[in-house]
């Protein structure tokens, strides 16, 4: 651990831990692909999905910075599974239509 870290505990173990190891940090990222590829989720960008978990609910961006890799995947995996249990896709953003008036 760098000079940022030193002094601060950190939980290994746990619900409340980070991916250590490849093995742990490979379970993260299958984990996710499956959130990412469901069919609701397979045209958002990453940040998209995250984002919309993480700026329409309590969890704010320096919460998101400090999260630990399983309870994140975990508030993730929580979120999406409520829209696919709707059988909902996510809303599609539409660019309102703007009047041009000098045309007119």
């Known amino acids: 651990m760098g000079k ?5 505990k950190m939980s290994i173990t746990g619900p ?4 250590i ?6 379970e993260i990222i299958e984990r996710l692909y499956q959130l990412w590829t469901w ?3 397979r045209f958002l960008r990453l940040g998209q999905l995250i984002g919309n978990v ?3 609910t309590d969890h704010g961006g320096v919460t ?3 999260e630990e890799d399983y309870p994140l ?3 993730l995996e929580t979120a999406y ?3 696919r249990e709707k059988e909902t896709e996510p809303p599609v953003f539409t660019m309102p239509e703007v009047r041009n008036e000098q045309a007119e």
């Open 39 to 41: 069919r609701g989720n």
């Open 4 to 8: 940022i870290m030193d002094g601060r």
């Open 21 to 26: 190891d490849d093995e742990e940090k490979r």
């Open 81 to 83: 599974r409520q829209l």
């Open 54 to 56: 993480y700026h329409s």
């Open 73 to 75: 995947l975990d508030i």
């Open 64 to 66: 998101l910075y400090y």
């Open 16 to 19: 409340g831990r980070r991916a």
